[in-house]
């Protein structure tokens, strides 16, 4: 899995099929992250296939929204989210988010992305958004172990202890909202971004002659962890690939790991069901 991939949240179909486009052809992107609930995964397709990229050289990640949970309805949802993107298997299906007080309906739609798996239509199965209480509970009751968990990540929110619990279990751990994000957290309020002006960070900038945005992007590198910035405007596309130029030193990442604030701009797991299903 390439550590450094594109987010198009918030996108829309018809942007989302240019700057796709754009990442591949342009700036040397070779991983797309997008889910059912964005609804441009039509505009990833096209984009990937009006690139001059091989498909077999790109790694495309979707995710099962909240509404698709159980057997039938993600059997369904993985071939609607093949069909818009034009594919025959993705790289990496991930369920989206665990459902607060469905359990059993968790463990059914885990069971189902094996399932998927095992038919070939996705060569890697993973979760978002989950907290160790919800990796337990799938390993309680199946034997495969999630290869990804995708959270919210970023200086301010550096999941540390999600991290070691990870590690330990061999779960890759994938950033969103890297940057700090948008502005309209995931299932969160409103919010002003408070990475991309940061001053302790636009030091650090200022000393490697590079944006913030490229030295937050290389602390997730240099983490560990992988990273899926987002932006519709080419130029800030480019400049987010534009980070294997140069290296942060240890004075630096100490400095950025400092920032810790347990800062969540997004809901939290446990406290929000949104689009979950009734019963
Ligand atoms: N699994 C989940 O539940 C979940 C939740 C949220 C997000 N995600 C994924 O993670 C991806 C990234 O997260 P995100 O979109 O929330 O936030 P993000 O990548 O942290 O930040 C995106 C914001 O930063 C701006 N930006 C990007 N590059 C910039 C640069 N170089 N300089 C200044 N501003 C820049 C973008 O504006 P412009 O677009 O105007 O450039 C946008 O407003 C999403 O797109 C999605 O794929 C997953």
Same mark, same amino acid.
């Given at each position: 899995m390439p550590q450094l991939g594109l987010g198009v949240w918030q996108a829309d179909d018809e942007e989302t099929e240019e700057i796709v486009r754009f990442a591949l052809? !342009?700036?040397?992107?070779r991983s797309i992250d997008t889910a059912t !609930?964005?609804?441009?995964e039509a505009g990833v397709g096209r984009g990937l296939a009006a690139s001059g990229v091989d498909r077999d050289d790109v790694f495309i990640t979707t995710k099962l929204w909240n509404?698709?949970?159980?057997r039938v309805n993600t059997l369904a949802a993985v071939d609607t989210s093949l069909s818009l993107l034009g594919l025959?298997?993705? !790289?990496l299906y991930l369920i989206h988010w665990p459902l607060v007080g469905h359990e059993e309906r968790l463990v059914e739609t885990w069971a189902t992305m094996i399932e998927i798996q095992g038919a070939g239509k996705a060569r890697s199965i993973g979760v978002s958004n989950f907290e160790p209480h919800h990796l337990d509970l799938l390993a309680a009751h199946t034997d495969v172990v999630p290869a990804v968990n995708q959270v919210e990540l970023h200086p301010l929110l550096q999941q540390r202890e999600l991290r070691s619990y990870c590690a330990e279990r061999g779960i890759t751990v994938e950033a969103w909202s890297p940057l700090g994000g948008s502005g309209r957290g995931w299932g969160g309020e409103p919010h002003t971004n408070q990475l991309l002006g940061n001053p302790t960070l636009a030091v650090i900038a200022e000393k490697h002659g590079k944006s913030i945005a490229q030295v937050i992007i290389r602390w997730h590198l240099q983490s560990g962890i992988v990273v899926i910035p987002k932006s519709s405007r080419t130029a800030r596309v480019a400049q987010n690939a534009e980070v294997f130029d140069f290296a942060l030193d240890d004075e630096d990442m100490a400095v950025i790991n400092g920032l !810790?604030?347990?800062?969540?701009f997004g809901a939290h797991p446990d406290e929000l069901n949104f689009g979950a299903p009734a019963s």
């Open positions: 052809d !342009d700036a040397g992107y !609930d964005y609804g441009n509404a698709e949970h159980g025959d298997h993705l !790289d !810790d604030a347990g800062r969540r």
